[in-house]
């Protein structure tokens, strides 16, 4: 049994992973930093179009975590409207609920160094 979940896990976070293609770079702090080369170009409307994010909801994590009593892995910020929501690694996938609730295309990731966005839609990071 406990072998099941532990596969489980491991494979959701390799499919994220995965998922999240982008290159690495080091910030100034020496820590790791997601970020996209300036020249690539994701051919994705939803993401040229959602630069600015609306103020996270709530600002200290997953909205539904937390009320749930729950831990997250990682969160991501809605770029529409702000909600915060858990990872598909963590066990609420709040924020992919959160698309499948909403239709709100995009995704910022709400961890700090990183500024990646994610496409619902098109499928697509930028």
Known sequence: MHDDVLR???????????????????????RAEA????????????????TDAP???????????????RRWVHLR???TCGHVGCCDSSPGR???GHYGTTDHPVIR??????SWRWCFVDEQVG
């Open 94 to 96: 709040h924020a992919s």
């Open 77 to 79: 910020r809605c770029m």
């Open 35 to 50: 970020v996209l080369a300036p020249d690539e170009h994701t051919g994705c409307d939803h993401l040229q179009d959602s």
């Open 8 to 30: 489980n896990i491991f494979s959701d976070i390799h499919i994220e992973e995965t998922v999240l293609d982008f290159r690495r770079t080091l910030s100034r702090d020496g």
């Open 109 to 114: 990731s709400y961890e700090a160094n990183e």
């Open 55 to 69: 103020s996270p909801r709530p600002p200290d994590g997953c909205a539904e975590c937390l009320s749930e009593g």
